[in-house]
């Protein structure tokens, strides 16, 4: 199970698409089994994308 700090690689389904994508998040915590990340990027301009939930591999 990933812990706090661990970067981990996620599927994000864009809010705006159907398309599923591989993305990099870090852990922020894990409790009884759930796993709350953050995505992160290296792009500077990026402002927030929504995305679902999904299961982090």
């Known amino acids: 199970m990933p812990r706090g700090g661990d970067v981990v690689i996620v599927h994000v389904q864009f809010g ?6 591989l993305r ?4 922020l915590f894990e409790e009884l089994g759930n796993v ?4 992160i990027t290296s792009n ?14």
């Open 16 to 21: 705006d698409s159907r398309e599923i994508k």
């Open 24 to 27: 990099p998040a870090v852990v």
């Open 36 to 39: 709350v990340v953050a995505c």
């Open 44 to 57: 500077l301009k990026m402002k927030g994308i929504p995305f679902l939930r999904r299961k982090v591999l």
